[in-house]
């Protein structure tokens, strides 16, 4: 509420970027309201969820905005970046493809986000570990080589979700402080 804004040291917009059904709505939901679904059901309009969060004795007031499933035909538009300080960039550990992709979507980002915008490469759905087809020490090697931060995460086994976006919100705060 509004009286609780006011309490808030800083306001911080991230987005979610990468592959339709890679699990981006999965972790937000986990992050944002401890919630998971097996459904995926595609929302309809831009969707953004709140987090305060406490980093380093200050509120952190984190708006985290999801794509509403307008990825699936790359109809990302600029104001989806407009004032993102962070990102995460998420691929499927169990479908390549949208691994490959993760080039096209960091030149989108370069394209249309802020020269300081802090990325993180998360490589989710690691619970499915017999299925995997991205290696962790492959994508770990692209991230250092772009200069992004990696982790695995699982949604649906709430595994590194708080960790990847603390990680992502502590690195805005750094820098811009
Ligand atoms: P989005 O299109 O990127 O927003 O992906 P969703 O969050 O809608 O998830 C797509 C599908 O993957 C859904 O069926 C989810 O239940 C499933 N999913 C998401 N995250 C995970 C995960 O960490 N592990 C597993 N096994 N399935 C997941
Ligand atoms: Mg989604």
Known sequence: DAIFDEECDYLFKAVLIGDS???KSNLLSR??????????????????????????DKLIKAQIWDTAGQERFRAITSSYYRGALGALLVYDITRRSSYESVGRWLVELREFG?????????????????SREVEEEEAKRFAEAEGLCFMET???????VEQVFLQMITTIFDITN
């Open 21 to 23: 059904g890679v699990g």
């Open 31 to 56: 992050f944002a309201k401890d919630e998971f679904r097996l459904d995926s059901k595609p929302t309809i309009g831009v969707e953004f969820a709140y987090r305060n969060i406490k980093v380093r």
């Open 114 to 130: 802020g020269e300081e915008m802090v990325v993180i490469l998360v490589g989710n759905k690691c619970d499915l570990g017999e």
């Open 154 to 160: 699982s949604a649906l086994k709430n595994l590194n």
